[in-house]
C-alpha cells in the first residue's frame, strides 16, 4: 500500500522556469511533510517541511503548499537552476505512537536544462 | 557539527553471507533510523531506535536486525543475504526531544552489492 503517492515521476524544465511537484497521502494521521533533494552518491538532505497548521510556507526559491482537505501538497522551485538538478522526495509521518517513521514518495528526477 | 556517518559506504557480499553497517548520528542526537533505498521500492523504513530500544519496524523479514547502543550509534544486520537485499542502505538521526516530530538527517548511506 503507497500511502505517499508522486507525481510527475520525471521533470524537464528550463532554467528560470518553475518546477512544480505534486504529492496525495491517506492517512488522515499524517501531521508532518518534509521534502528531500538528493544528488547522486549523496543520501537525502532536508528541503523544506510543513505541519498542517499552515497552507502554505516558503524558503528562498522553495515553496510547499499544503491542501489538508484534499490531502495533497507539493513543491514549488521558482526560478529552476542547473544546480536544483536532482531527486525531490516528498515523505510524511505522524508523530502519535511515538515514532517518528517517514513515509516517502517514490521519487521525482528533476533536470533543469540551461 | 559532523553529520550523520556510516560505514563502511561500499560493500559487495554473495547470496548466504552476512554483513553488518554502522551508523554514528550527529552528537547529541538520540534517535536513529534505518531505511533501504532501490530503484524499484523507493526509500523504504526499516527501523527506528531511541535510547537503545527499537521504537518502531518496517514490514522486512526478520533477517534484518539492528541495534543502538548508549552512546546513540547502532548498527544493522542482515543475515543470509539475498540478491534482493542489493541497495542503499541510509540511515538518519533526530535530536527526538518528544513533542512533534523532529527533523531527521541522512548519511551518506552504505552501498551493498549482493552477487
Known amino acids: 500500500q503507497q500511502q505517499v503517492k508522486q507525481s510527475p515521476q520525471s521533470l524537464i524544465v528550463q532554467k528560470g522556469g518553475i518546477s512544480i511537484i505534486n504529492c496525495a497521502y491517506e492517512?488522515?494521521?499524517?501531521?508532518?511533510f518534509p521534502w528531500y533533494q538528493q544528488f547522486p552518491g549523496k543520501g537525502p538532505a532536508l528541503l523544506i517541511a510543513?505541519?498542517?497548521?499552515?497552507s502554505e510556507k516558503k524558503e528562498g526559491r522553495f515553496t510547499i503548499s499544503f491542501n489538508k482537505s484534499a490531502k495533497q501538497f507539493s513543491l514549488h522551485i521558482m526560478d529552476s537552476q542547473p544546480g536544483d538538478s536532482a531527486t525531490y522526495f516528498c515523505a510524511a509521518s505522524s508523530d502519535r505512537g511515538g515514532s517518528e517513521k517517514l513515509v516517502f514518495g517514490k521519487g521525482t528526477k528533476l533536470t533543469v536544462n540551461p | 557539527k559532523a553529520g550523520v556517518t556510516q560505514t563502511p559506504r561500499y560493500l559487495i557480499k554473495t547470496r548466504g553471507q552476512q554483513v553488518t553497517l554502522s551508523c554514528s548520528p550527529i552528537?547529541?542526537?538520540?534517535?536513529v533510523s534505518w531505511y533501504q533505498q532501490t530503484p524499484g521500492q523507493g526509500l523504504q523504513f526499516l527501523f527506528e531506535y531511541f535510547s537503545e530500544t527499537q521504537r518502531n519496524k518496517g514490514n522486512f523479514p526478520g533477517r534484518f536486525s539492528g541495534r543502538q547502543f548508549s552512546n546513540s550509534r547502532s548498527e544493522m544486520n542482515v543475515s543470509t543475504l539475498e540478491l534482493g537485499d542489493s541497495a542503499l542502505y541510509l540511515c538518519?538521526?533526530?535530536?527526538?526531544?518528544?513533542?512533534?516530530?523532529?527533523?531527521?538527517?541522512f548519511g551518506p548511506g552504505t552501498r551493498l552489492t549482493v552477487l
Open positions: 552528537s547529541g542526537h538520540r534517535s
Open positions: 510543513i505541519r498542517p497548521d499552515v
Open positions: 492517512n488522515t494521521a499524517f501531521d508532518y
Open positions: 538518519a538521526s533526530s535530536l527526538r526531544v518528544g513533542g512533534p516530530t523532529d527533523t531527521q538527517y
